[in-house]
T-cell receptor
Framework: NAGVTQTPKFQVLKTGQSMTLQCAQD?????MYWYRQDPGMGLRLIYY???????DKGEVPNGYNVSRLNKREFSLRLESAAPSQTSVYFC???????????FGPGTRLTVL | KQEVTQIPAALSVPEGENLVLNCSFT??????LQWFRQDPGKGLTSLLL?????REQTSGRLNASLDKSSGRSTLYIAASQPGDSATYLC??????????FGTGTRLKVLA
């Protein structure tokens, strides 16, 4: 039982490059989330998926897209990376919206 | 708009001391409140979740209380240990069921 897993752990991109962050959970949870964490800002919600087949914008969705591939997997895509997207990205899941959240280990992304 | 504040931003205490971490929120119409622990370079570990209808939750040496009317929650840590050193975050959900996080309190317990 791995909980929430994220790949990659670290990534360096050049401005304008694209990439996809992967997240998977094995707890049969319905809801999944993507956050970014920046110094002094706390965690901010980028996108979330209440259940398989649905996605919604969070607080800071600009520059990102998501895909809820199936119940287990929720990916985050940066189409054209910008230095302002340098951050630590966390994926989380919960049985339902607003319930107990479980977090992955994070992806540290640097955009040069 | 819901805002969550945690004061102080950092705290150092000697081992064995009982301590209280504070979390305040501006909109009392919350669904629940969750306390997390984050170790450096790691993800968040859930500690306690308090539903809006509850006043407190306990787990081992941790006790979290919730006062919705005043917009406050406290996390009480009894007999602190160096292993408790971490950043503690609180987060609330409101009617949209999305979590709003505070910026955390960085705790250091000195041996």
């Amino acid at each position: 039982n791995a909980g929430v897993t994220q790949t990659p752990k670290f990534q360096v991109l050049k401005t304008g490059q694209s990439m996809t962050l992967q997240c998977a959970q094995d707890m049969n949870h319905n809801s999944m989330y993507w956050y970014r964490q920046d110094p002094g800002m706390g965690l901010r919600l980028i996108y979330y998926s209440a259940s398989e087949g649905t996605t919604d914008k969070g607080e800071v969705p600009n520059g990102y897209n998501v895909s809820r591939l199936n119940k287990r997997e929720f990916s985050l895509r940066l189409e054209s990376a910008a230095p302002s997207q340098t951050s630590v990205y966390f994926c989380a899941s919960s049985e339902a919206l607003g319930e107990h959240q479980f977090f992955g280990p994070g992806t540290r992304l640097t955009v040069l | 708009k819901q805002e969550v504040t945690q004061i102080p931003a950092a705290l150092s205490v000697p081992e064995g001391e009982n301590l209280v971490l504070n979390c305040s929120f501006t909109d009392s119409a919350i669904y629940n409140l969750q306390w997390f622990r984050q170790d450096p370079g790691k993800g968040l570990t859930s500690l306690l979740l308090i539903q809006s209808s509850q006043r407190e939750q306990t787990s081992g040496r941790l006790n979290a209380s919730l006062d919705k009317s005043s917009g406050r929650s406290t996390l009480y840590i009894a007999a602190s240990q160096p292993g408790d050193s971490a950043t503690y975050l609180c987060a609330v959900t409101s009617g949209t069921y999305k979590y709003i996080f505070g910026t955390g309190t960085r705790l250091k317990v000195l041996a």
